[in-house]
């Protein structure tokens, strides 16, 4: 992999260097402002499809279907379409062209910015869905330790309905669902603190809730 982006850098620095070559060799240092404002931007856009990569994920969601390097490309290679044209033409006037690749840069940097909001909002919400998969598992976990630990099987076998509800209770709950969340951890400290009383009949009323309340939040 580093043996890849070191042939590719490689790469990139021989396309700068003969560029700049043909460049000074063919029209020398003697030129107009547009043809230098043209050549500062050319070098802007190769600048910044190098470094796009850098900046945005690899599994980023794409902005208008398309990915932040795809966008990266086309407005690299408009850039240097644009820019050989007036390199080539040597316009007197520099507001023109100085707007036009303003306007082309301009774009790249608004997909840019927009594709690492969207990156951002992907790793948060990856985040917030690890963190709910890890409560899951930890609530499931507390009452799956208390089943077989008391001598009543009316007791344990409310006890096992309540792990296999929370076991198989899908990752995200409806807005009203989440509503029941607390409750249904406040319910699970109840269970283990009577299992551990080694009270078998409120366990198996406090199990009964639990599993009422796992019920509501999948609903």
Same mark, same amino acid.
């Given at each position: 992999?580093?043996?890849?982006?070191?042939?590719?850098?490689?790469? &990139?620095?021989?396309?700068?260097?003969?560029f700049?070559?043909?460049? &000074?060799?063919?029209?020398g240092?003697s030129?107009? $402002?547009s043809?230098?404002?043209?050549?500062g931007?050319?070098?802007?856009?190769?600048?910044? @499809?190098?470094?796009?990569?850098?900046?945005?994920?690899?599994?980023?969601?794409?902005? &208008?279907?398309?990915? *932040?390097?795809?966008?990266?490309?086309?407005?690299?290679? !408009?850039?240097?379409?644009?820019?050989?044209?007036?390199? @080539?033409?040597?316009?007197?006037?520099?507001?023109?062209?100085?707007?036009?690749?303003?306007?082309i840069?301009?774009? &790249?940097?608004?997909?840019?910015?927009? %594709?690492?909001?969207?990156?951002?909002?992907? $790793?948060?919400?990856?985040? *917030?869905?690890?963190?709910? =998969?890890?409560i899951?598992?930890?609530?499931?976990?507390?009452?799956?330790v @208390?089943?077989?630990?008391?001598?009543?099987?009316?007791?344990?076998?409310?006890?096992?309905? =309540? #792990?296999?509800?929370?076991? =198989? %209770?899908?990752?995200?709950? %409806?807005?009203?669902?989440? *509503?029941?969340?607390?409750?249904?951890?406040?319910?699970? #400290?109840?269970?283990?603190?009577?299992?551990?009383?080694g009270? =078998?009949?409120?366990? *198996?009323?406090? !199990?009964k809730?639990?599993?009422?309340?796992?019920?509501?939040?999948?609903?």
């Amino acid at each position: 992999m580093n043996r890849t982006k070191g042939f590719r850098t490689l790469l &990139f620095l021989i396309i700068v260097a003969l560029f700049n070559l043909t460049f &000074f060799m063919l029209g020398g240092w003697s030129h107009p $402002a547009s043809v230098w404002t043209a050549y500062g931007f050319m070098h802007a856009a190769w600048l910044l @499809l190098f470094v796009t990569p850098k900046f945005t994920r690899a599994a980023g969601r794409p902005l &208008f279907g398309l990915p *932040a390097l795809t966008f990266a490309f086309i407005c690299f290679g !408009a850039e240097v379409i644009v820019g050989l044209i007036i390199i @080539l033409t040597r316009p007197v006037t520099v507001t023109v062209s100085l707007l036009i690749q303003i306007v082309i840069i301009g774009l &790249f940097f608004a997909v840019l910015i927009g %594709s690492l909001a969207a990156d951002e909002h992907t $790793a948060a919400t990856v985040a *917030a869905r690890d963190g709910k =998969a890890m409560i899951l598992r930890d609530m499931a976990a507390e009452v799956k330790v @208390l089943i077989g630990q008391l001598d009543d099987q009316n007791a344990d076998k409310e006890i096992q309905r =309540a #792990y296999d509800l929370l076991h =198989a %209770s899908p990752l995200n709950a %409806s807005e009203r669902g989440a *509503a029941y969340e607390p409750a249904i951890i406040d319910l699970i #400290y109840a269970l283990k603190e009577k299992v551990e009383n080694g009270n =078998a009949e409120e366990a *198996a009323d406090t !199990a009964k809730k639990l599993q009422m309340n796992i019920k509501m939040r999948n609903s």
